[in-house]
T-cell receptor, first 112, second 114 residues
Framework: QQQVKQSPQSLIVQKGGISIINCAYE??????FPWYQQFPGKGPALLIA?????SEKKEGRFTISFNKSAKQFSLHIMDSQPGDSATYFC???????????FGTGTRLQVTL | ETGVTQSPTHLIKTRGQQVTLRCSSQ?????VSWYQQALGQGPQFIFQ???????GRGNFPPRFSGLQFPNYSSELNVNALELDDSALYLC?????????????FGPGTRLTVL
């Protein structure tokens, strides 16, 4: 059973544009929602994370929007740059569980 | 501060063999999690060790086993390798045994089973 659904599978954005990746979860016990960035041949690197007590968190060009009632959260990358081209994974976990449950990933390509 | 390191980087084995993968945690972290990432997929949780004890396990058969040592480094052992075990194996360390702790990933070990 896939507990975190991620879309789109791939995304092409022009330099300077906004990249938006969406995730939806099923388990209402989840209370921690990180986003990871992964470059080819590398392990995932934590980008930004949010807990459900806030609806939005911004760090530089990266923003997470969180909708608890809809059980959805999204990543917005403002002013997208070619260096942002990577695969992005949303994930979720709860304080009582030891594991991260990942989405299937979004391959982002930022073109010049 | 030293990050999470894994060895070896790449490994090729044949079906039926056994393999051991190693992970050194980030300094100060007492929890290690292992994930399997198949090509084009998100990482799947295998298990976690907290202070040398298993602290949660995903949907993987018993031929996947692990150890954590007093210095918090860890091993993942896979017996009776199958073709579907070909994947990137990721180790992640975190400062505590809770699911909401930030997990920091190593670069992974690419295992190919022929």
């Amino acid at each position: 059973q896939q507990q975190v659904k991620q879309s789109p599978q791939s995304l092409i954005v022009q330099k300077g544009g906004i990249s938006i990746i969406n995730c939806a979860y099923e388990n209402t016990a989840f209370d921690y929602f990180p986003w990871y960035q992964q470059f080819p041949g590398k392990g995932p690197a934590l980008l930004i994370a949010i807990r459900p007590d806030v609806s939005e968190k911004k760090e530089g060009r990266f923003t997470i929007s969180f909708n608890k009632s809809a059980k959805q959260f999204s990543l917005h990358i403002m002013d997208s740059q070619p260096g942002d081209s990577a695969t992005y994974f949303c994930a979720a976990s709860s304080g009582t569980a030891s594991k991260l449950t990942f989405g299937t990933g979004t391959r982002l390509q930022v073109t010049l | 501060e030293t990050g999470v390191t894994q060895s070896p980087t790449h490994l090729i084995k044949t079906r039926g063999q056994q393999v051991t993968l190693r992970c050194s945690s980030q300094s100060g972290h007492n929890t290690v999690s292992w994930y399997q990432q198949a090509l084009g997929q998100g990482p799947q949780f295998i298990f976690q060790y907290y202070r040398e004890e298993e602290n949660g396990r995903g949907n993987f058969p018993p031929r996947f086993s692990g150890l954590q040592f007093p210095n918090y480094s860890s091993e993942l052992n896979v017996n009776a390798l199958e073709l579907d075990d070909s994947a990137l194996y990721l180790c992640a360390s975190s400062p505590g045994g809770r699911g909401t702790d930030t997990q920091y990933f190593g670069p992974g070990t690419r295992l190919t089973v022929l």
